[in-house]
């Protein structure tokens, strides 16, 4: 790892006055810190916001779950509130990773990240999620630009994740078996009217599957989208999953997160 | 006084290991040390143009930096095979050079090409980084069966082929084929595997120009082995100007037996330095160059009468050795596999042939099990689908071709001296519920599961040792076992040991077995190892060989001991050294009531001089002091034996194999202590169904490993496996006083046929190669239903 200048920053303003376009911000750093040891990546000024306090906790309205970006994923998935709001919110971040990782990993870092196999992405596309940066809120459908892309801005940083509590959901994974990233994970959640099918790890981005979404829209049934046969051409192939397999697992997944919503 | 042999004994080394007070290489710091970054080949396959140190050595905290040059010009020896295998045709095998720091050529990613010594472990990583090596990038040989049709890799290697070995009578074979109503043929391969030792390779060379002596400091399972192949092969220093320490040590399951490069370099360089030199792996440098296991392809045939009975079998396999030929590279796929080939049955007519090739790929060698898990696997799998073709219940099958009476003269090489097979699988039977498994069959299947049932009955040799045997095969060294049993005046006990203890409780069983045989309290008694300048030479711990060569030299050293300590009690007592009886730690004199204890004993013995009343109590010719030394050469390998059975239940629509039961019924022969023997079940059937069902080591066509971290090569973990159900039958081995035969390899050797029968039942016969994933699962599954729609 080459040497860097390490700052924590008190609160959001600072980190942002802090940032340049050799700075990262470090929450969790389950991401950031292996990329520098391995020589994938250099900063100059790596930024820590853990210490930010604005940017941990977790709220609960009438009609939304609001997590602080740096809220580890073990405090996820052992609050309460979060268990009886969303419960599929819950037991996705149980899933992530393993006890290290959960203990350490932000959602917030998750999401700026955007790792085509990561799980929480899956999460805001399909609970409607709205993130709050320190400039603005951006709906999740305009977040997820792309492989390792989003919308945020160089400087820009994410404080807070607002979840719409749907009427049902359920979050269905199929592990990598060694790193436990989702090969494929399908974020089913039915919300008054509407009804989102996100889908992690097929492609190179998550995204909505519409062609489910809809036929789920019409009947909350898994047996409505029982043999739908998904276009694989843009789907991952990699030595863990070919894209035919991919695209099977997206529907078996699916199914699975409807039966047990 | 109550045996200790056979009883839960707490682990003497726990509150070490779990309190974090274990000491190991890299733990290890000496004054004024520098640290090592090797520079290794990022590609597989290269010769080197030019290196070009003259940048990195002027980076900040540089020591020096020496290459394949400098130890070429200073006459370091390479590393070798220590098994010499002939071919068929009555040639010997062909190993290329395989110097340390490579000089021409770079033969896999990882070969390392310089070493960096830095004041720092930043300032050498840094220079690394500046040493410029110009390669000519070579097309790579990386299949295991295409080997031979590569570009080749050695020059004078023709075929990339170290040797075309064969065990067995091909024309007795050919008439039992002939004689047979039905040929049952597989092609399967033995899928590569990573040992992942939880502590990577390290080592602390250490100079001293006063004595000129060198201290290696090495995480190996055989300290005293390591010695004398870096003396007599790599001539780093004569024996006795060298000392090796391996102290305690974090896993080894063959991985640590090998020299490595980095053991002689680092202790070259140590003394071209004068300073201390530390190197610790990174976790990629562990999966890119520890040896890597298995990696076989394999046909093999299975001749069978129509009511089951085996008439003959044959084997060609091809094995991949890697870029070079190691330790037991060579032995691995030969005689630890050929003769294991025929598995536990009675199989008039066998041959095993074993071509071994290089590829550009990190080094082959032993692996827990080494070469016996390859042999059950493919014998195995055959006899699971003979019992399918010829529609004879598995179980059955196995029994009707088992030896009854023993000892059995096996086909190709060995002669079992005990066993009960039948006893073992009806055993394995009635714990696994084998019954019942229709039932539970129809439960699944309601649920859209297919669930499926596989057995394995296994035996393997190991304890491995007798060096008339060893040797005759071809092996370097004899394989006996030395120990050192020493008193100390006051009475408590130290023994020496030759074997290595890196996760197998040593320290533990060997003091329960002394503790009996002295009648010393165990807390009196401790177990020293891993030092060549404690204890006698040694030859290390693999092959399940600790208790079965170095227990029984432990056992006699303590028998030598009590055969004075008799001598000295008469002479104390007055009496007959016949008329002397050993039991509990007493010295007794028969019909009397004369008697002293084995305390009172040692200290008489450190004590001989004459006082006033004091007599010496050594008899004429018994010198002073209570030690004895004994190295144990057995007469024969020992033969552990078992039946597994698993279970497994898939889900067609995801692939996903879920293992629901795991039954282990294994014959070790006499058990020293059951809780330590349970960890090591444990340990071997996870690292089996480690390979079974998740384990892969993938290098693609230029040579590059895919499965280089934990993020793509999949260890299994704790929620992979359900609660192990384990029992056994025991025949005490006849071939050694304690009647033990070993069980550190037993779990790796039956795990994967185990499991994998069971997943290729469930699939209704259909083929999969190891690892199971979900995808080749899933794959199976549509064609399962394709085939089924068909038939209906």
Redesign the interface.
């Known amino acids: 790892m080459k040497d860097f200048n390490y700052h924590s920053a008190k609160d959001s303003k600072e980190a942002s006055k802090l940032a340049s376009s050799s700075s990262a911000f470090l929450a969790g750093g389950m991401t950031t810190i292996p990329s520098m040891k391995l020589g994938l990546a250099t900063y100059k000024d790596l930024i820590d916001i853990k210490n930010i306090k604005k940017l941990s906790g977790i709220k609960v309205s009438g009609k939304s779950v609001t997590i602080g970006a740096a809220t580890k994923h073990v405090e996820v998935s052992n609050s309460k509130d979060v268990k009886k709001a969303i419960p599929s919110l819950s037991s996705l971040a149980e899933g992530i990773g393993d006890p290290q990782v959960r203990n350490r990993g932000t959602i917030g870092g998750s999401i700026a990240n955007n790792d085509p196999s990561a799980d929480y992405p899956s999460a805001c596309i399909a609970l409607n999620a709205t993130i709050h940066t320190n400039e603005r809120k951006i709906e999740a459908a305009k977040f997820f630009k792309g492989m390792f892309e989003t919308a945020l801005k160089k400087g820009e940083l994410i404080e807070a994740i607002e979840f719409q509590i749907p009427e049902k959901s359920s979050y269905q994974k199929h592990p990598n078996p060694a790193s436990r990233y989702a090969i494929v994970g399908v974020y089913v959640a039915k919300h008054k009217g509407d009804v989102n099918v996100a889908v992690t790890g097929a492609k190179s981005c998550v995204y909505n599957d519409k062609e489910m979404s809809k036929a789920l829209a019409g009947n909350f049934s898994s047996s409505s989208i029982d043999g739908m046969d998904l276009d694989s051409s843009e789907m991952n192939s990699d030595m863990h999953a070919s894209a035919d397999f991919r695209a099977s697992l997206v529907v078996t997944q699916a199914k699975k997160a409807v039966d047990a919503c | 006084m109550a045996s200790l042999v056979g009883s839960r004994v707490e682990r003497k080394e726990d509150k070490r290991f779990l309190t974090g007070k274990g000491r190991y290489t890299a733990d290890i710091n000496l004054a004024n040390q520098t640290y090592a970054i090797f520079v290794r080949s990022p590609h597989a396959r290269a010769s080197i143009n030019k290196l070009n140190i003259d940048k990195a050595l002027k980076s900040s905290g540089v020591v020096s930096i020496l290459t394949g040059k400098e130890i070429a010009d200073d006459k370091i020896g390479g590393l070798i095979a220590g098994w010499a295998i002939r071919s068929e045709d009555g040639t010997e095998m062909k190993c290329p050079g395989n110097p340390p720091l490579a000089k021409d050529n770079v033969n896999f990613v990882g070969d390392p090409v310089a070493v960096v010594i830095a004041e720092s472990l930043a300032e050498a990583k840094e220079a690394a980084e500046k040493v410029e090596v110009d390669y000519k990038v070579l097309k790579a040989v990386t299949s295991t069966a295409d080997a031979m049709n590569g570009d080749t890799i050695h020059e004078g290697i023709d075929k990339n082929l170290c040797f075309d070995w064969l065990l067995g009578d091909r024309q007795k074979v050919k008439e039992a084929f002939d004689k047979a109503d039905k040929v049952i043929s597989i092609d399967i391969i033995n899928n590569r595997l990573i040992p992942n030792a939880m502590e990577p390779r390290a080592c602390v060379a250490d100079y001293n120009a006063a004595s000129e002596e060198i201290t290696l400091y090495t995480t190996s399972q055989n300290p005293h082995l390591s010695r004398l192949i870096m003396s007599a092969f790599g001539n780093v220093a004569p024996e006795h100007k060298l000392r090796v320490v391996a102290p305690d040590v974090g896993g080894g399951f063959g991985s640590k037996i090998n020299v490595y490069n980095e053991d002689i370099v680092c202790s070259w360089a140590a003394k071209k330095i004068n300073r201390a030199i530390k190197w610790v792996a990174e976790r990629s440098e562990s999966f890119l160059t520890d040896i890597h296991g298995r990696d076989h392809v394999t046909h093999a045939e299975l001749a069978v009468t129509k009511d089951g009975k085996f008439l003959g079998f044959k084997n060609e396999t091809i094995a991949n050795l890697g870029a070079y030929a190691r330790v037991f590279g060579t032995v691995t796929p030969t005689y630890l596999f050929g003769p294991c080939a025929t598995g536990v049955y009675e199989i008039p007519a066998a041959y095993t042939n074993v071509k071994a090739v290089y590829t550009n790929t990190a080094p082959v060698d032993a692996y827990r099990g080494a070469g016996r898990p390859e042999a059950t696997y493919t014998i195995e799998r055959l006899v699971e689908k003979a019992s399918m073709e010829l529609g004879i219940d598995k179980t059955e099958l196995r029994i009707k071709n088992f030896p009854t009476v023993f000892p059995f003269k096996q086909t190709l090489v060995h002669t079992v001296d005990s066993g009960d097979y039948v006893a073992g699988m009806e055993k394995a039977k009635q714990m696994a519920d084998y019954k019942g498994f229709e039932a539970r069959r129809k439960e699944s299947e309601a649920k859209g599961k297919l669930r499926g049932i596989g057995v394995t009955s296994y035996f393997e040799a190991c304890g491995i040792a007798p060096s008339a045997a060893v040797m005759s095969l071809g092996c370097g060294v004899g394989l006996w076992e030395s120990a050192e049993v020493r008193f100390n005046p006051t009475g408590q006990v130290t023994v020496y040991t030759g074997s290595h203890s890196h996760g197998q409780s040593h320290q533990t069983t060997f003091a329960q077995i002394a503790a009996d045989e002295l009648g010393v309290p165990i807390e009196n008694i401790d177990i020293v190892h891993g030092d060549t300048d404690k204890g006698t030479f040694g030859m290390g711990t693999y092959g399940s060989r600790s208790l079965a060569v170095g227990g029984i030299a432990i056992v006699n050293a303590c028998k030598k001991i009590v055969e004075k300590g008799k001598r000295v009690t008469a002479k104390m007592l007055e009496a007959n050294p016949e008329d002397v009886e050993f039991k509990d730690g007493e010295f007794i004199v028969s019909k009397s009531n004369k008697k002293k204890t084995i305390g009172e004993v040692a200290f008489a013995c450190y004590l001989p001089g004459v006082r006033d009343e004091m007599k010496s109590p050594l008899p004429e010719g018994d010198e002073p002091g209570l030690k004895e030394t004994s190295f144990y050469d057995p007469s024969n390998f020992s033969f552990p034996a078992g039946t597994h059975i698993a279970e497994v239940e898939i889900d067609p629509?995801?692939?996903?194999v879920k293992l629901e039961k795991y039954t282990a019924c294994d014959d070790f022969g006499r058990i020293i202590n059951p809780m330590v023997v349970e960890g090591q079940v444990h340990g071997g059937l996870a690292q089996g169904i480690g390979q079974a069902l998740?384990e892969n080591a993938?290098y693609d066509e230029t040579g590059q490993l895919?499965?280089g971290s934990?993020?793509?090569?999949?260890?299994p973990r704790a929620d992979n496996f359900p609660e192990f159900n384990i029992g056994y039958t025991c025949t005490h081995a006849t071939t050694n006083p304690l009647g033990v035969k070993g069980c550190g390899e037993a779990g790796a050797i039956a795990a994967p046929p185990t499991v994998m029968n069971a997943v290729i039942d469930a699939l209704g016969g259909q083929e999969v190669t190891m690892p199971a994933?979900?995808?080749k699962v899933?794959?199976a599954c549509k064609n399962l239903k394709k085939s089924n729609a068909k038939a209906a």
């Open positions: 629509e995801t692939g996903n998740y993938e895919m499965t934990y993020m793509d090569y999949t260890m994933t979900a995808e899933w794959k």
